[in-house]
């Protein structure tokens, strides 16, 4: 496709122009951003929908008149800064223990049903969440057993920024770490 030629057509309200564009690029953004970025499928979906959506802004405003470049590097520029934005919002968490698997295999944990294979390790997860405050515990089970996103949380607990989530969900699992470290 010919940017400048996809741009005429767009300005000119051809139509299906920009919906074929949108189609086309859209499964290899998608896997090529979950090779590239620590996203989850949910982020990397919205940041296609913004870098299309800029991207016709950005044609229909006169902004965008010429591009030097073939399309879809264009195109995956755009969405590249995007999720490094994200990402540079978000502190990064090593997880370097099992923490995080329990919470996620073990969802059973939640609804107190101790009859499986893995009782010592729910039985130390529960003494863990209960030495923790009602506020971390209540965001942890919120986030990774009911898969709240961060701006989800943000509104719920009314947080003042999802940073401020980020960090107190960095905090609350550092916390269940150290539990675990000393059990060993």
């Known amino acids: 496709m010919d940017p400048n030629t996809v741009i005429k057509a767009i300005k000119e309200g051809e139509p299906g122009v920009f919906e074929s564009l949108y189609d086309h690029y859209r499964p290899e953004f998608l896997a090529w951003a979950k090779k590239k970025f620590v996203a989850t499928p949910g982020d990397i979906e919205d940041v296609w929908q913004e870098t299309m959506l800029d991207f016709y802004e950005g044609v229909l405003s ?86 709240k996103s961060i701006s989800e949380l943000k509104d719920l607990f009314q947080y003042g920024s999802v940073n401020a989530v980020s960090v107190t969900l960095f905090n609350c699992l550092k916390k269940l770490r ?7």
């Open 62 to 147: 006169g902004k965008i008149s010429i591009i030097k470049y073939k399309l879809k590097t264009y195109l995956f520029a755009i969405g590249k800064n995007k999720l490094r934005k994200i990402y540079r919002s978000k502190p990064p968490v090593i997880w370097i223990d099992a923490v995080l698997n329990i919470l996620i295999k073990n969802k059973q944990f939640i609804e107190t049903n101790y009859d499986d294979v893995m009782e010592e390790n729910k039985e130390n997860l529960q003494k863990a969440m209960e030495k923790l405050s009602d506020r971390c515990r209540e965001l942890l089970v919120q986030r990774y057993y009911h898969g």
């Open 178 to 184: 150290e539990f675990f470290k000393s059990k060993k």
